[in-house]
């Protein structure tokens, strides 16, 4: 199989590529670097060193064996983007390539509408690309369960579900409630990609993903070969942060009440996941959503396991309490069906209790490194102003 990846340069993207390339495909990639800037933009860094592209890809040739293309571009850029699907006439399109972070996306009215504009301009080129060039294309969007927000009924696991409104019954896209700028590009990429499947049966897998925690997969055998890893307010994810937070001696922080609930996958489950997906595609012309996380926790409940951990490895780890710079509901009911992964035989492979422990100990030598940034993890970016 041939598979495009659009944003190969991120944390996902790299590990994807990975992963693919060893199950023998063929892996071609693009990105535009932006995850490098906009890291810099906040006076952050990636805790691992990453090596530039061109060595990226010489490491992945040299520690694993595999060929990967690796294209700097803007797939915004909707001549260059046709270029390379009609170069390499791809299986598959995988796309990460959006601006990825919910506070970043609430900064200021200019990164929300930049964050509009890469998003959605990049999903259009992609869908409108696939359907010139070659409509049998899978394209696989990465999503995030975050379009839903916190629903207090079961999360089905499909587009569409039976409503009934003021007595009269109908079939419904399952209702959103996006909770950033970022999020609701998320819920855009569904109704676009949905309009232009049921257009012209455009092939999707439309991935529903919780937060991603880990600092490696199996293929990660190598410094050389290690994918970013952010820890920061705006680009860190929970877990991630926590861990780093652990290190330096800053108390875990636990936004408002701590109640927020989601689903979560490790980064190498994570691959694994996506690979599957991949590799059993849906039949042509079907749109098929899919929730991908493993286990379903709260952020005190995270809390609580970083500090065990931590405390573990000598470092007394202290959990504190912020005010919730975000607004959202910080108790709620969550419970996302989940039945497509185990159908194609997925079964998870970590939990976050064994997990954060061999976090911790791989970002344990680059603490000196992740001094330099302790000014950027506490939250700088509210909601509300």
């Not at 055998?221 to 877990?239: H, M, N, P, Q």
Request: hydrophobic content about 35%; proline content about 5%.
């Amino acid at each position: 199989m041939k598979v495009l990846i659009l944003g190969i340069d991120g944390y996902l993207g790299w590990p994807l590529a990975l992963r693919l390339g060893k199950r023998g495909h063929e892996v071609i990639g693009i990105d535009n670097l932006s995850t490098r800037r906009f890291s810099e933009e906040v006076g952050a860094d990636s805790a691992f060193p990453l090596p530039k592209p061109e060595d990226r890809v010489k490491a992945a040739k040299e520690h694993l064996d595999i060929d990967i293309k690796f294209y700097i571009g803007d797939v915004t850029d909707y001549n260059f983007l046709k270029e390379i699907i009609r170069k390499h006439k791809p299986d598959a399109i995988v796309h990460f390539a959006e601006q990825r972070s919910a506070p970043y996306s609430m900064i200021d009215r200019n990164h929300a509408v930049y964050t509009v504009i890469n998003n959605e301009v990049s999903t259009l080129n992609l869908v409108y690309a696939v359907k010139e060039i070659d409509p049998t294309i899978h394209i696989l969007k990465m999503g995030t369960m975050g379009e839903y927000g916190t629903p207090n009924f079961d999360i089905p696991e499909s587009i569409y579900v039976e409503a009934i409104v003021n007595g009269k019954k109908d079939r419904i896209i399952v209702p959103r409630k996006a909770g950033s700028v970022y999020h609701w590009t998320k819920v855009h990429d569904t109704d676009f990609l949905l309009y232009f499947h049921e257009l012209w049966g455009l092939t999707v897998t439309d991935i529903m993903q919780g937060p991603v925690y880990g600092t490696r997969t199996q293929e990660i055998i190598d410094e050389s070969l290690r994918t970013r890893f952010d820890f920061d307010e705006t680009w860190g994810t929970v877990v991630n942060r926590f861990c780093v937070q652990a290190i330096l001696g800053i108390p875990l922080t636990v936004y408002g009440k701590g109640g927020q609930t989601r689903g979560f996958i490790s980064l190498e489950d994570s691959m694994e996941a996506l690979a599957l997906l991949l590799e059993h595609p849906p039949e042509q012309g079907e749109y098929r959503v899919v929730n991908q996380f493993s286990e379903i926790y709260s952020v005190k409940q995270i809390a609580e396991m970083v500090k065990k951990a931590g405390d573990e490895l000598g470092l007394n780890v202290q959990i504190g309490q912020l005010p919730n710079p975000r607004v959202e509901a910080e108790e709620h009911y969550y419970n996302p069906e989940r039945k497509v992964l185990p159908s194609l035989g997925f079964y998870p492979k970590k939990n976050l209790r064994d997990e954060v422990k061999n976090m911790i100990k791989d970002l344990l030598p680059y603490k000196e490194r992740l001094e330099r940034y302790k000014h950027v993890i506490l939250p700088r970016t509210t909601w509300r102003r």
